[in-house]
C-alpha cells in the first residue's frame, strides 16, 4: 500500500456513524495546564550569558525612566544610581527585588470564578488580539475598528471555548474620542463577558479608571488581594520607560492589580539584529520595569513579557513567521523560569493583510513556540492580521480553533491501559480495520480534535459544497457565534453603578483625541 | 508604545538601503544538521513502555508475511515462530536483529557528490511529496498528473535551494503505462536533477530496473558500498507486510540500497485511536520490517518510518494538522533514537484541496513537531495537499520556504560575541534606534530568513500590488523557477546508456495499467 492511494473511507461504518450520532464536546478548561517540559534552545552557560548581559546593560548604561519624578526618587532609594532620568542598576540588583517579592503564579480571578485563570507555573492562557486600529472581515473589508466591533470581539471571546480571556484592546473603538473609550472597552469586557480583562493603560487616570470600575464590580476590598485586571505596559525600546507607562504601571501596582512588563522589540530597530542581543535588552528592561512595580507595591503581580519581532530590510517593516523570533521567544520563557515569574508571549503573529496561507504559516511560527515554551500569558491568541494593525473575525475564529489544538497536544499521551490499548491491537490482528472494534467504539468520540474549519471531505465534497477556502467557512462561523451569543448575567445594580461611573466620568471631560 | 500604534517604518535608514543594494545568499547546505535537543513528549518509563507493548504485540499476535515464502523461511531460520504467513517474535528477537547490523547514520549519495545527503543522527533532509495521481495549479485547477508534471517537480526540487532530494513518485504521470511509468521516472530524476533520488516499490521488477539505472549512471560496483537508491516500502497496516513490499525491499536490500520501512496509520482504521497504541503498532510493524532487511543483507541501511494521522468520525477521511498525530511523530522519533536507526516522518501535511490557511494551519502542525523531533528524513516536506491525492505547485514553493526557514531555526542561537553584542547595545543608549549603527550595518543581509513569499509591505502598497494572496506570489514564482531552470550536466554516454535501457525495457512488455 503506498501512503497515497490508500482509498478514502467514505464511511467511518458503525462507529463512525454511532459518533456521528453523539454530540462531541471536550470539557472547557479555564486555562490550560501542560504537562511537558518546555523545548530548550540554549543551555545553562547560554543562558547565564544572556543574564549576565543584562546585568552589563543595567549596570553600563541602564534604562531612563522618563517624566516621572517619583520613580527616579523610588529607584535612587533601593540603591539605583540615579543620573537625571538615567537610572544605573548595581549588577544583580533588579533580580534581587523581583525575586524577592513578585509572586511566582498568581490567579487573575473573574467575576464568573469558574472562569478565574493561573498566570504562571504550567498554565497557559489564550487571549484575543490587542491594540489594532483596523478591522477586516470578508464582506466588508478592512475598515475603522468601532465600539461595536469591539463588542463583537469580546462576544465571540466569550462564546470561544478556546479562549481564556477577554483581553483588553481588542480592537481600537475609533467612533469614541480617545479620552472616553476606555471606559467603554473596560465596560464591555464586563457587561458582555465574564472572562478576566485586561485595563487601560493610555493614561495614569485612565488605569485609575479601570481599577475603579473594577472595584464597582468586585467589591473595593476585593481588588486588595485579588488580582482581577491585568494591564500591558509597554517599554518604549530600547532602554526607555515613558511616563504614561510608569504612571499606568503605578496606579495598577498601588491597587495590587497585575502588569505585564514588556519590551516591544522590532529587531534592527529597537534592538541588534541578533537573537541572543535581543534577550539581553528584553531581559534588561522587563527588569527594570519589574523592579519600579515591586518597588511601588511590594508583591503586586507582575509578568516579564516578550514581544519580538524581525523586519523586512527592504521596507523596514516588521516580519512575522520568521524563525529569529522563535529563538527569542524560546530563550526568554526558559528567562523567565530562571527568574521565577510568570512569562507572556507569542500568539498567532502575521504580517499578511488576509487571512491566507502567508497568515497561517506565520501564526503558526509563532503558535507553535507559544506552546512549546510554555508561555503563561499569551496576548494576540486569535485574530491578529497585518502586524498588529488589524484585527480580523475569521482569522479570529481561525486561530482559536488552533488554541483549542493546543488544549490538547499539552495533555501530552496518554498512558493509561486505554490509552495503550494492547489488548485491542492483539485480539484484532493482522489486516483487520479497527473501525468496530470495541475500543474504537469507546473511544472514537474523543479520539482526535475536531476542527470547526477544516474540510477534510473528498475532494468531490467539497466541490458540491461551494469549493470553499477556510476564510470563508470561518466567515460563516464568527456569524454564527454572534447571532448564537447570550450575554452571562451581570448584577442590575452593579451594571447600573458602572454605567452611572462611566456617565459621570464622560461629563467630566471634554471630547478628545489624545 | 502599544504595540500595534507602532509606526511602520517605511524605510530601514543607511542600514536599509545598503542592505537592498546587497544581494542575500544563505549559503547552501546538502542537509539540516541540527544544534537542538529534540523535543520530548515520553519519560524514559512511558518510552520503555512502548517498547514492551510493542514487543507484546510481535510475541502473542506476530505479523503477517504474504505471499513470500521466502521471507517466511528467512524468519524462521533466524528464530521466528511462523503460522502459514502469521509470523510471531521471541520478546527482543527484531531488536537484536536490527540493531546487530543495520547502520545508526548512512549517507545517500548523489550524482553530485555536493548534494550527497546523510540519512540519521543530527541529520534532517527533506524531500518533496509522494505519489499523488492529481496535481493541482491556480491556473488550469486540479488535473490527473502528467509525466510533464512529474518533471517539473523535479526541476522545481532541483531548483529550490530548501529540498535536499529529489523524491520519488512526486506525483503519478498517470499518461504513461503504470508498468512502465517508473522507467520515466527515476530517467527524470536523473536527467533533470542531480540531487539523491527514490526508486520504484511498485513491483520487485520495477524496483530491480531501478538498481538497474542506478548502476549505469553511478556504476556497478559503486551501489555496492554506497547508498543510491532510498525507498519507501509502507507496511499494509495492521501487522501486514504484502509481497509487493516485501518483493521491492528484497531487491533494495540485496543491492544493498536504502528503504524506508513505513506503517502508514490512519488510526481508527488501521490502529486504535489512541496515541500510545499507534506508536506501539507503529514500532512492532516497523521492526519486522527491518527484521526481514537485516535478514535480506544485513546491515543494509534501513529508516524507521511513520505515518499516522488521525481521521474524521463524519466521513472517515484521514486529517491532517490535529495534535494526536503530533504527539505520534514525537514519541516514535525518541523511539527510533532508542533503537538507533534513522526516522523518517513529518512533512507539511494537510487536508486542504487547496493552498489556503487550512492548507497551512495544518501544514504546519506537522511541519514544526517534524523538526523539534528531529526527524531524519521528511518525505512530503513539499507540496502535499489534499490528504495526498494531489500536489500543488504552489503548494510546492510555499512548503519550500518553510524548509528554508527549519534550516535557519535548527541553528539555535549565535552566542558569539558578535551574536552577544553587548557593546552594540551599551553603546547605542536608550531611547536610540538601530537602524544606523555599526553592528546592523555588519549584520543585516543575513540577519532574518527572508521569505520570497511573504508581503510584508503596507496595506496600501500590498492594494497597489494588487492585493495578492500568497497563493498568487507562489505561483509567480514556481513559474519563474521553471523558466530559469537549467538541467546539471549528465554525461553523454550514460544518458545514451539510460535511454537505450529504458527503450529495451519497455520495449518488452505490452503497456499495462497494473
Same mark, same amino acid.
Not at 493482522?430 to 472494534?437: E, I, V
Given at each position: 500500500m503506498t501512503e497515497t492511494t490508500?482509498?478514502?473511507?467514505?464511511t467511518g461504518g458503525r462507529a463512525g456513524r454511532q459518533a456521528a450520532r453523539a454530540s462531541h464536546h471536550i470539557a472547557r478548561v479555564p486555562f490550560l495546564t501542560r504537562s511537558l517540559a518546555p523545548f530548550e534552545v540554549l543551555n545553562e552557560e547560554g543562558l547565564a550569558t544572556i543574564e549576565h548581559n543584562a546585568d552589563t546593560i543595567l549596570e553600563q548604561v541602564g534604562l531612563e525612566f522618563r517624566g516621572d519624578p517619583d520613580a527616579l526618587r523610588l529607584l535612587a532609594d533601593a540603591g539605583a544610581d540615579v543620573q537625571g532620568e538615567r537610572v544605573r542598576f548595581p549588577r544583580g540588583m533588579c533580580r534581587q527585588i523581583v525575586q524577592a517579592t513578585a509572586p511566582r503564579v498568581f490567579t487573575q480571578y473573574a467575576?464568573? =470564578? $469558574?472562569?478565574s485563570v493561573q498566570i504562571g507555573g504550567t498554565a497557559t492562557v489564550f487571549a484575543p488580539n490587542y491594540g489594532s486600529p483596523f478591522v477586516r472581515d470578508l464582506?466588508? #473589508?478592512?475598515r475603522y475598528g468601532t465600539i461595536e466591533d469591539f463588542r463583537n470581539f469580546v462576544k465571540l471571546a466569550y462564546a470561544s471555548? !478556546?479562549?481564556h480571556h477577554s483581553g #483588553? @484592546? &481588542?480592537?481600537?473603538? &475609533?467612533?469614541?474620542p480617545v479620552n472616553k473609550r476606555h471606559l467603554d472597552m473596560v465596560y464591555s469586557h464586563i457587561r458582555y463577558s465574564d472572562k478576566p480583562f485586561m485595563g487601560s493603560v493610555t493614561a495614569p487616570e485612565r488605569a485609575r479608571d479601570t481599577v475603579e470600575m473594577a472595584r464597582i464590580t468586585f467589591g473595593a476590598d476585593y481588588l486588595e488581594d485579588h488580582a482581577v485586571i491585568l494591564s500591558l505596559i509597554n517599554a518604549n525600546s530600547p532602554l526607555v520607560w515613558d511616563a504614561t507607562m510608569l504612571g499606568a504601571a503605578r496606579a495598577y501596582a498601588e491597587a495590587n492589580q497585575a502588569t505585564l512588563l514588556t519590551p516591544f522589540i522590532l529587531a534592527g530597530a529597537? $534592538?541588534? &539584529?541578533t537573537a541572543a542581543a535581543v534577550c539581553a535588552q528584553t531581559l534588561a528592561e522587563a527588569l527594570g520595569g519589574m523592579t519600579f512595580v515591586q518597588l511601588v507595591r511590594p508583591g503586586a503581580p507582575v509578568v516579564l513579557g516578550s514581544f519580538a519581532s524581525s523586519m523586512s530590510m527592504q521596507s523596514g517593516a516588521p516580519t512575522f513567521g520568521t524563525p529569529e523570533p522563535a529563538l527569542v521567544l524560546y530563550a526568554m520563557a526558559a528567562l523567565a523560569r530562571r527568574l521565577g515569574v510568570p512569562f507572556r508571549s507569542g500568539g498567532n503573529?502575521? $504580517?499578511?493583510?488576509?487571512?491566507?496561507a502567508q497568515a497561517a504559516y506565520e501564526s503558526a511560527a509563532t503558535f507553535g513556540p507559544t506552546i512549546l515554551a510554555g508561555v503563561n500569558f499569551v496576548l494576540h /491568541? $486569535?485574530?491578529?492580521?497585518e502586524g498588529g494593525l488589524a484585527v480580523g473575525y475569521e482569522k479570529f475564529v481561525m486561530d482559536a480553533d488552533q488554541c483549542g489544538m493546543a488544549a490538547v497536544f &499539552?495533555? #501530552?499521551?496518554?498512558?493509561s491501559e486505554n490509552g495503550q490499548a494492547v489488548d485491542a491491537i492483539v485480539e484484532n490482528g493482522? #489486516?483487520? !480495520?479497527?473501525?468496530?472494534?470495541a475500543h474504537t467504539l469507546a473511544?472514537? =468520540? @474523543? /479520539?482526535f480534535y475536531r476542527s470547526e474549519i477544516a474540510d477534510n471531505n473528498s475532494f468531490e465534497q467539497w466541490q458540491e459544497d461551494g469549493s470553499l477556502d477556510a476564510a470563508q467557512r470561518a466567515n460563516a462561523i464568527w456569524k454564527r457565534m454572534l447571532r448564537d451569543y447570550e450575554a452571562p448575567p451581570l448584577d442590575e445594580g452593579i451594571d447600573e453603578a458602572l454605567q452611572e461611573f462611566i456617565a459621570k466620568r464622560k461629563a467630566s471631560m471634554p471630547d478628545s483625541e489624545v
Open positions: 490508500t482509498p478514502r473511507l467514505r467575576r464568573n =470564578e $469558574a472562569n464582506d466588508n #473589508g478592512r471555548p !478556546h479562549l #483588553g @484592546t &481588542v480592537c481600537e473603538p &475609533v467612533d469614541v529597537m $534592538a541588534p &539584529v503573529l502575521c $504580517a499578511s493583510k488576509i487571512p491566507d /491568541a $486569535a485574530g491578529w492580521l &499539552v495533555n #501530552g499521551i496518554d498512558m493482522p #489486516g483487520q !480495520h479497527f473501525l468496530g472494534t473511544n472514537f =468520540e @474523543t /479520539a
